[in-house]
């Protein structure tokens, strides 16, 4: 592996046609490779990174609503019968001949581009994850890691021939680990496993999360569901940008897909960025975000 810093600043990466420090929140349809290199360096303070996980198959997900009909194929609450009417279809193709020559210049930009102060989070799963650990050490350094966050979830189908695989893996790294923001406060809080053994005061308080998060994925039938494959709940998004980043930083996600890290940093008072070439993406996130970014493309 040849990965290594890149402590010089991009000459081409001094002004940007779409984005400024005073500008607005930004939804931008382009290839993030090609963009990114507008950006000027160190100008976020939080970067979420939900990349494909090279699972080597297509993602998909299709939206239904259930209609109350006459003469439904399904039976409901107080006998009323109901339809199910699909929606549109959402798709992608997660698998990547050389996964990792198309991840490791996105690392070096993402850690160009955020501030002395700023945290990255990368979020995969046990496919990848001990490579990405390897390949961040390089670039960040070792002594720059500062966790990694398990997120446990239990949905989904079960296998028999080996211990189901529930979890995602969120590697956390630190530009800098003398100056970098954590705020502990600013976390929601857990219910204790055993409050019987802390005092009531606490109990009712709650513990401050681990680096195991236990937190249900997004319900096929609940309010945030937008249609997209691998949504991320709100919840999870959450912790994080409440945890490493103020109100008014700027933020940062390259694979946005459904939008949800901008939507919960709007509801925070971050400002964002949201970078995604996928039509479908865009389209979903011009409905979800379009109220507090200005949506773009970009032009070659």
Not at 23 to 39: D, I
Not at 69 to 75: A, I
Not at 181 to 210: I, N
Request: charged fraction near 25%; proline fraction near 6%; charge should be neutral.
């Amino acid at each position: 592996m040849t990965t290594s810093r890149r402590r010089t600043p991009n000459p081409n990466s001094m002004t940007s046609k779409l984005w400024s420090p005073e500008g607005p929140n930004l939804v931008v349809q382009a290839e993030n490779s090609s963009f990114l290199g507008s950006l000027p360096d160190a100008a976020f303070s939080l970067i979420y990174l939900d990349p494909p996980f090279n699972t080597g198959r297509v993602q998909s997900r299709q939206n239904t609503v259930m209609v109350r009909s006459s003469n439904g194929s399904r039976q409901g609450f107080a006998g009323h019968s109901y339809e199910t009417i699909k929606g549109s279809l959402h798709s992608y193709d997660d698998a990547f001949t050389d996964y990792w020559a198309f991840l490791e210049p996105r690392l070096l930009e993402a850690w160009r581009l955020l501030a002395e102060d700023g945290t990255l989070y990368l979020h995969l799963d046990y496919r990848e994850v001990h490579y990405a650990k390897v390949m961040l050490d390089s670039i960040f350094g070792r002594e720059c890691f500062l966790n990694e966050i398990i997120w446990a979830y239990d949905y989904g189908a079960r296998a028999k021939s080996r211990w189901p695989t529930k979890h995602d893996n969120i590697l956390v790294y630190v530009k800098d680990p003398s100056k970098y923001h954590f705020d502990s406060v600013a976390v929601d809080r857990e219910p204790y496993m055993a409050p019987g053994l802390v005092t009531a005061e606490k109990a009712a308080r709650g513990k401050l999360p681990t680096d195991v998060w236990w937190h249900t994925i997004v319900s096929p039938t609940g309010k945030e569901k937008t249609g997209y494959p691998t949504q991320k709940p709100e919840g999870l998004l959450r912790r994080v940008v409440a945890a490493s980043s103020k109100p008014g930083d700027w933020v940062l996600d390259f694979f946005a897909g459904s939008g949800t890290f901008g939507a919960v940093a709007a509801a925070l008072d971050r400002r964002f960025v949201c970078i995604d070439q996928n039509p479908e993406a865009i389209g979903i996130m011009a409905k979800r975000l379009g109220e507090v970014a200005e949506l773009v493309q970009e032009t070659s």
